[in-house]
């Protein structure tokens, strides 16, 4: 692991916008529209507001860390165990949120590329590739994301152009007629798919320039909710707001109705190209994440060995979660919405302990 | 046996309790026996810490003895001055130009005949390098390993009774090859000089280029047993002090037993061992040479080969070939281009026919693909069978190609092209569509400039086709993103290795797919934190007359 790193303020951007939206791209569209039909839209932007602020509050916490991750100064300022067990606490968060975007892409290519192919395969081909990733260190990841994000901002210009045809405006129509309530619930169903925001723990002590943390910070954001409103947008003028509820992956049966002149079509696998490549520094980035906590939150020396085994554990606990369908379906109701949040709050308020207890004593230092 | 008693009194006057124990072993040599080959060993091992005698048949006696029973090892005896004083020329044939060596004795016998030399030894030595030897180049040698090493190089070395210290006199000359276009890098336009296998020559062919006092040269000595020369060239103010000491400290660090070629440096000092792709560049051109000096490059030139190194390496560097700065750039541009997209050919051209083929069939339009399927009817082998024999047949026929004496090459061409290809469909053992994708995808292999990379992305390639074999379309992405964590986690000597791509720095990128007029590319690239970036003055496009003006 290399401390020394430091990533520019771009790379961290792109790294962030390109965590945040890869498994929203391909599931949330199903869900917030069978909840807020023709607005579901809003609700992203909405969580985008909420989650920028928040983004710029885990930015603050991590200043008060300096160069230290967040499972250091956690054990630092709470003590070997206690601080320790914080560490932990995000490892699990990384390493769960890890092995069901793994468990996503799974359930993708084998519905939709590779039928018959067994998800083990598919999951643990992903995993290896993400370990090696992780054993090459963050850097090479940051890097990849720029391309990846290129890619996904290149589609995100083009799609409009190519699903041109297939556009009817009264799909839309009428704009919040069953008030702003559906758009509030949609809300907090993607609540916690932003609240993945809280993974800035691991990548701010390698801000090049930390004083510009908030502006990348609200920059990534933003940028990320924006592919996810452009992509909610276009199934809605394409599908209307009752089909895509009903669809399993609504994004990508957006991409099939692409037919430009009879000459541009069948060119889904293109963007499928992309959108793999996203959920692969995803996965990557949460095994870092999670290898890196738990490195530091157990005093280790390298990441390496930890990263093996919690990327193991990551494909085994993929073939656990139940299929997409459940998944999507799980997505939707209180109670995994409430354990996600607790679990990204809490996460937040061990860290913030941390910070403030750092606090307290570099100004007790100071004045003696 | 004259060499043996002369060697034994040298021994004697040596004081030291090796000289003695080496004395006690050649005692044991019987007169006129021959001398055991260990004992030759126990002195070449000892010979740096072997003085000069002042005595001159002691120094030729333990130099045989050094030097064993060699028929191109020479000692000429001479007298010089008037008063007869007695020297030896000491050379190793043929590595030595007769016209100087005649020039040398000229001077020596006879233009100092009548000229009475100083009898004592420093006077003697400034009398030599001062007045007698003014034509020549003469280095001192303070030890018998100094003077082995020169004369294997190819000086004389002059010794006289009554001096401690052997002169060299260079002499060096001997056949080797003209300058000639190179095979490997062709030009259409553009200089056809290539190096040669001598370092003197290829030295010069830089200093033709670059005529600049700033250009360094550092001389370096690699190899136990074959002591090659190697110079490390840099321009001072343009290539980074740090890399430049890097390079420096790689080389030092090596210990070999010989350096026949520079790809043994190469693989001796680049960052990533492991790694398929070339993180150092060779040339057998001078331009591309003094181009990557003007960019802050260092440059490592090997004696016997042709091939120059050429450090930091980076992934776009090996896409550009030296034409491209010669031909107008918009062409220059469009070929450049054409060669990113048939690299991703040369990748993945037989691995995205398996996945289409094999496992994603909606890509392909339904005329298209009946017409694929019939061409595969009767054929036996699933697609990656198929391509991986194409493949292997094709990479077995270019390497047939590339060892075999031309005219048969050539025959190997045709058997490969009528009797491997024709033959193989007409058998239905292979489509015709596979032939032409193999054929397609070698083209394309053949359109990256730099060998290496070539040979780097054909590696690959077999491991995509498994990957799309197996997997289709996600294993082709999940073999390209493992590719691609691995070139960004590249580095050649401390510059990210697809730099200026990732990390991406605007300024190269007019030098990277398309290459921009020169009058647009003002500075160096970013990627090398050189000293001075300018490389021309402000608004150094070619300026129009206007109206009415002008001649």
């Known amino acids: 692991m290399n401390r020394t790193l430091r990533i520019s303020g771009g790379l961290y951007a792109c790294l962030l916008a390109t965590y945040m939206h890869a498994a929203q791209l391909l599931f949330l569209p199903a869900t917030l529209v069978g909840i807020a039909r023709q607005e579901a839209w809003l609700s992203v932007l909405l969580d985008a507001v909420v989650t920028t602020l928040v983004g710029i509050f885990i930015g603050w916490i991590c200043l008060q860390f300096g160069r230290r991750s967040a499972a250091q100064a956690a054990r630092s300022a709470m003590g070997k165990a206690v601080g320790g067990l914080g560490g932990l606490i995000y490892t699990t968060y990384a390493l769960w949120v890890s092995s069901l975007v793994l468990r996503d892409v799974q359930e993708f290519t084998t519905i939709v590329l590779l039928p018959g192919t067994p998800g083990l395969v598919v999951a643990g081909a992903m995993g290896a590739v993400a370990l090696y990733a992780v054993w090459s260190g963050l850097e090479p990841l940051a890097r990849i994301a720029f391309p990846t994000l290129i890619g996904t901002i290149m589609t995100m210009l083009?799609?409009?152009?190519?699903?041109?045809?297939?556009?009817?405006?009264?799909?839309?129509?009428?704009?919040?007629?069953?008030?702003?309530?559906?758009?509030?619930?949609?809300?907090?169903?993607?609540?916690?798919?932003?609240?993945?925001?809280?993974?800035?723990?691991?990548?701010?002590?390698?801000?090049?320039?930390?004083g510009e943390v908030y502006r990348w910070t609200a920059i990534g954001t933003i940028g990320a909710a924006?592919?996810?409103?452009?992509?909610?947008?276009?199934?809605?003028?394409?599908?209307?707001?009752?089909?895509?509820?009903?669809?399993?992956?609504a994004s990508y049966t957006l991409l099939q109705q692409i037919s430009l002149a009879e000459i541009i079509e069948r060119i889904e696998l293109t963007f499928v190209v992309i959108w793999l490549a996203t959920m692969f520094v995803k996965v990557g980035f949460y095994l870092y994440a999670a290898a890196e906590a738990t490195t530091d939150s157990l005093g280790l020396r390298s990441h390496r060995v930890p990263a093996a085994v919690l990327a193991v554990m990551a494909v085994a606990l993929a073939q656990i979660w139940?299929?997409?369908?459940?998944?999507?379906?799980?997505?939707?109701?209180?109670?995994?919405?409430?354990?996600?949040?607790?679990?990204?709050?809490?996460?937040?308020?061990i860290f913030l302990i941390a910070a403030l207890v750092l606090r307290a004593r570099s100004r007790v230092s100071a004045h003696a | 046996?004259?060499?043996?008693?002369?060697?034994?009194?040298?021994?004697?006057?040596?004081?030291?309790?090796?000289?003695?124990?080496?004395?006690?072993?050649?005692?044991?040599?019987?007169?006129?026996?021959?001398?055991?080959?260990?004992?030759?060993?126990?002195?070449?091992?000892?010979?740096?810490?072997?003085?000069?005698?002042?005595?001159?048949?002691?120094?030729?006696?333990?130099?045989?003895?050094?030097?064993?029973?060699?028929?191109?090892?020479?000692?000429?005896?001479?007298?010089?001055?008037?008063?007869?004083?007695?020297?030896?020329?000491?050379?190793?044939?043929n590595l030595v130009k007769k016209d100087y060596i005649m020039g040398l004795l000229e001077v020596l016998v006879v233009r100092l005949r009548q000229e009475e030399l100083p009898s004592q030894g420093q006077a003697l030595q400034h009398f030599l390098e001062q007045r007698a030897l003014t034509n020549h180049e003469?280095?001192?040698?303070?030890?018998?390993?100094?003077?082995?090493?020169?004369?294997?190089?190819?000086?004389?070395?002059?010794?006289?009774?009554?001096?401690?210290?052997?002169?060299?006199?260079?002499?060096?000359?001997?056949?080797?090859?003209?300058?000639?276009?190179?095979?490997?890098?062709?030009?259409?336009?553009?200089?056809?000089?290539?190096?040669?296998?001598?370092?003197?020559?290829?030295?010069?062919?830089?200093?033709?280029?670059?005529?600049?006092?700033?250009?360094?040269?550092?001389?370096?000595?690699?190899g136990t047993h074959t002591g090659t020369d190697i110079l490390m060239i840099h321009l001072a103010g343009l290539a980074t002090p740090e890399v430049v000491a890097e390079v420096g400290r790689r080389l030092d660090r090596i210990q070999i037993d010989g350096v026949?070629?520079?790809?043994?440096?190469?693989?001796?000092?680049?960052?990533?061992?492991?790694?398929?792709?070339?993180?150092?560049?060779?040339?057998?051109?001078?331009?591309?040479?003094?181009?990557?000096?003007?960019e802050g490059r260092v440059a490592v030139l090997t004696d016997g080969t042709p091939h120059v190194l050429l450090m930091p390496h980076t992934f776009t560097g090996a896409m550009q070939a030296a034409e491209d700065y010669y031909q107008r750039w918009p062409m220059a541009s469009f070929l450049r281009s054409l060669r990113y997209l048939f690299l991703l050919v040369a990748l993945l051209g037989p691995s995205t026919y398996i996945a289409m083929t094999t496992f994603h069939h909606e890509m392909i339009p339904t005329s298209l693909l009946i017409g694929l399927m019939a061409a595969r009817e009767g054929v036996p082998f699933p697609a990656l069978v198929e391509a991986l024999m194409m493949e292997f047949t094709f990479e077995a026929l270019r390497e047939a190609g590339v060892r075999l004496p031309k005219p048969v090459g050539q025959a190997i061409s045709i058997v490969g092209a009528l009797v491997i290809g024709e033959s193989a469909v007409r058998a239905g053992l292979i489509s015709p569509v596979m032939v032409i994708v193999v054929s397609i995808t070698a083209i394309a292999s053949f359109v990256i400039p730099f060998f290496s990379m070539g040979l780097a992305i054909r590696l690959l390639r077999f491991g995509m086709m498994l990957l799309a074999g197996t997997l289709g379309f996600y294993g082709l992405v999940i073999g390209l993103l493992a590719v691609a964590i691995h070139l960004a986690s590249l580095r050649?000597?401390?510059?990210?290795?697809?730099?200026?791509?990732?990390?991406?720095?605007?300024?190269?990128?007019?030098?990277?797919?398309?290459?921009?007029?020169?009058?647009?590319?003002?500075?160096?690239?970013?990627?090398?934190?050189?000293?001075?970036?300018?490389?021309?003055?402000?608004?150094?496009?070619?300026?129009?007359?206007?109206?009415?003006?002008?001649?």
């Open chain 2, 492 to 551: 050649s000597f401390g510059v990210p290795y697809l730099t200026p791509i990732m990390p991406p720095t605007a300024e190269d990128m007019k030098d990277l797919m398309i290459r921009a007029p020169w009058w647009f590319m003002r500075r160096r690239p970013r990627e090398f934190p050189v000293g001075n970036r300018v490389r021309q003055r402000q608004n150094a496009g070619p300026q129009t007359p206007g109206k009415g003006g002008g001649p």
């Open chain 2, 1 to 93: 046996m004259g060499q043996v008693e002369d060697a034994l009194r040298y021994l004697r006057r040596w004081q030291s309790d090796e000289a003695r124990q080496l004395a006690e072993t050649l005692a044991r040599v019987a007169p006129g026996g021959p001398v055991p080959e260990e004992l030759r060993l126990s002195l070449a091992g000892a010979k740096r810490r072997m003085p000069i005698s002042p005595v001159l048949d002691e120094n030729t006696g333990i130099l045989r003895l050094i030097m064993g029973p060699s028929p191109d090892v020479v000692f000429r005896a001479f007298e010089i001055g008037a008063d007869a004083h007695r020297g030896s020329i000491f050379l190793i044939d």
């Open chain 2, 260 to 294: 026949l070629e520079s790809g043994y440096l190469e693989e001796l000092i680049e960052d990533h061992p492991f790694s398929p792709f070339p993180q150092v560049r060779a040339t057998e051109r001078p331009d591309v040479v003094a181009a990557d000096l003007l």
């Open chain 1, 226 to 249: 924006l592919v996810v409103t452009e992509i909610l947008v276009l199934t809605l003028l394409v599908f209307g707001p009752v089909l895509p509820s009903r669809m399993m992956f």
């Open chain 1, 158 to 210: 083009i799609l409009p152009v190519l699903l041109y045809p297939e556009y009817g405006l009264l799909h839309i129509d009428p704009f919040l007629s069953r008030g702003i309530g559906p758009v509030l619930e949609a809300s907090l169903v993607s609540a916690p798919w932003f609240g993945e925001i809280i993974l800035v723990f691991t990548l701010v002590p390698y801000l090049s320039r930390p």
């Open chain 1, 322 to 349: 139940p299929g997409v369908i459940p998944l999507v379906t799980s997505a939707g109701s209180p109670i995994y919405i409430l354990v996600h949040n607790l679990w990204e709050g809490g996460i937040i308020l």
């Open chain 2, 138 to 222: 003469v280095n001192r040698n303070d030890n018998m390993g100094e003077l082995v090493e020169a004369a294997l190089s190819g000086d004389s070395i002059l010794l006289l009774d009554g001096l401690t210290v052997g002169l060299g006199v260079s002499t060096r000359g001997w056949e080797h090859r003209q300058p000639a276009e190179p095979v490997a890098e062709p030009v259409v336009r553009g200089p056809k000089e290539g190096f040669t296998e001598t370092l003197a020559v290829n030295l010069a062919l830089i200093r033709r280029r670059v005529k600049d006092e700033r250009l360094r040269v550092e001389h370096r000595r690699i």
